[in-house]
């Protein structure tokens, strides 16, 4: 089983909600599909990824990637985990920069805040 998802635009931002493994067979693509979202705008983006089974060094390189995007176009990028996910990202160090987030609720609520 490879990457697969659901997207839709609430206002003004995006939500992504992801399944599977975010490796390095699917990072070309996931990255290429939510960076054509990003530009398109809005460009806030939330990216559900309780549901993700895996994600290796080329998953979080994309995500890296896709902050930076969003920052570029004036919007953020928040990322709702689970504990496997939030272990990996621990253990780069990248949990402050990737905004982990525990639920859909706080990911909404934290781009709420941000636009204060």
């Known amino acids: 089983?490879?990457?697969?998802?659901?997207?839709?635009?609430?206002?003004?931002?995006?939500?992504?909600?992801?399944t599977g493994l975010l490796d390095a067979f699917s990072e070309?693509?996931?990255?290429?599909?939510?960076?054509?979202?990003?530009d398109e705008g809005p460009e806030d983006i939330i990216l559900v990824l309780s549901q993700i089974d895996?994600?290796?060094?080329s998953g979080l390189g994309a995500l890296v990637q896709l902050v930076k995007q969003a920052q570029n176009n004036n919007g953020t990028l928040?990322?709702?985990?689970?504990p496997r996910?939030?272990?990996?990202?621990?253990l780069v160090r990248l949990e402050k920069f990737l905004s982990l987030q525990t639920s859909l609720e706080d990911a909404i609520a934290n781009l709420k805040n941000k636009k204060k």
């Open 1 to 18: 089983m490879s990457l697969r998802g659901t997207h839709e635009v609430k206002g003004n931002y995006q939500i992504f909600r992801l």
């Open 28 to 38: 070309p693509v996931f990255r290429k599909v939510v960076g054509q979202y990003i």
């Open 54 to 57: 895996f994600i290796d060094s």
């Open 78 to 82: 928040q990322v709702v985990t689970n």
């Open 85 to 90: 996910v939030t272990q990996t990202v621990k």
